[in-house]
């Protein structure tokens, strides 16, 4: 049950794109398309933003949009805004189990 | 509206014994996937403890063995029991329901603190 690897931080500039990455391995991330994206704000819940690899739920901005490719799921931000920099965790099922990245800090510049 | 709320955190002595609880709305616990997440203070989230709708339970190597999943279907409500706690523990635990199996709705979560 080894989290899953982010980068510890990424930024960009207002407008700007940018991509996390979420890289774990066959057991988990490359063998189920269950993967989920979290955003989490200082002092509150997560927030599903992405389900199964790149499906948005009812709510969420179409600026936020998933992929995967062999163990790597990829979550990218685009027209980055102010209210986006907050912490960024990836979640993957593993035979009946879950597990979660090690989170990534998104600072909008 | 799907809620959940947690409750029964609190400042325990190592060693000691906890039971959270997590009250749910809006949804029946009983037909879904529900997770146990903790965050240590400054820390990334880690995954607890699941209970699926046919009632099999999992839970982190961390856990396995002192943390024990249930629920309650008459109080729709999910629990977590905690015995031999450590200072590791300390962590705000959050309830969460599935989303298409992975956790979607979460709670606002409930601080354990243990510390002597």
């Known amino acids: 049950q080894s989290a899953l690897t982010q980068p510890a931080s990424v930024s960009g500039s207002p407008g700007q794109s940018i991509t996390i990455s979420c890289t774990g391995t066959?057991?988990?991330?490359?063998?189920?398309?269950?993967v989920s994206w979290y955003q989490q704000h200082p002092g509150k819940a997560p927030k599903l933003m992405i389900y199964e690899v790149s499906n948005r739920p009812s709510g969420v901005s179409n600026r936020f949009s998933g992929s995967k490719s062999g163990n790597t799921a990829s979550l990218t931000i685009s027209g980055l805004q102010a209210e986006d920099e907050a912490d960024y965790y990836c979640?993957?099922?593993?035979?009946?189990?879950?597990?979660f990245g090690t989170g990534t800090k998104v600072t909008v510049l | 509206e799907v809620q959940l709320v947690e409750s029964g955190g609190g400042l325990i002595q190592p060693g000691g014994s906890l039971r959270l609880s997590c009250a749910a709305s809006?949804?029946?616990?009983?037909?879904?996937?529900m997770s146990w997440v903790r965050q240590a203070p400054g820390k990334g989230l880690e995954w607890v403890s699941v209970i699926y709708s046919g009632g099999s339970t999992y839970y982190a190597d961390s856990v396995k063995g002192r943390f024990a999943i249930s629920r309650d279907n008459s109080k729709n409500t999910l629990y977590l029991q905690m015995n031999s706690l450590r200072g590791e523990d300390t962590a705000v635990y959050y309830c969460?329901?599935?989303?298409?199996?992975?956790?979607?709705?979460w709670g606002q979560g409930t601080l354990v603190t243990v510390s002597s």
């Open positions: 969460a329901r599935g989303y298409n199996l992975l956790p979607g709705y």
């Open positions: 809006g949804f029946t616990v009983s037909s879904s996937y």
């Open positions: 979640s993957s099922y593993t035979s009946s189990t879950y597990v």
């Open positions: 066959s057991s988990d991330v490359g063998g189920y398309n269950y």
